[in-house]
């Protein structure tokens, strides 16, 4: 029988590896991330096929605004969009480029 001590110095002397992470700093980014306010209630109104149409419509033009407005998607999760201004390429004007894709966002769908 393995005494729980002996049991903890055993699993201590193992190595556990999760994931490599490459993380790199970048300065002089901004992140605008969006989500659709009453989204659920909306979600049960709507068959899955007309929710999804409904979001590839919106996601769709939701790129052609981060296009427009020198942003890159990064993420779509759900109903939430992620872009990013100021890279690859650093722009000195990435937090306007958020800012006014964000207004743009509003328009659209409205």
Request: charged share 20%.
């Given at each position: 029988m393995l005494k729980m001590a002996d049991a903890c110095q055993e699993m201590s002397n193992?190595?556990?590896?999760?994931?490599?992470?490459y993380v790199q700093r970048h300065n002089n980014v901004s992140i605008?991330?969006?989500?659709?306010?009453?989204?659920?209630p909306l979600s049960e109104k709507l068959s899955a096929s007309d929710l999804v149409?409904?979001?590839?419509?919106l996601f769709g033009r939701f790129d052609q605004l981060a296009q427009e407005n020198q942003c890159m998607r990064i993420k779509i999760l759900g109903d939430?969009?992620?872009?990013v201004s100021g890279l690859p390429v650093s722009r000195p004007n990435h937090?306007?480029?958020?800012?006014?894709?964000g207004l743009q966002m509003i328009e659209a769908i409205r």
């Open positions: 193992k190595q556990t590896r999760f994931h490599e992470m605008l991330y969006a989500d659709i306010v009453n989204f659920t149409r409904t979001l590839n419509e939430c969009y992620y872009c937090a306007y480029n958020c800012v006014n894709m």
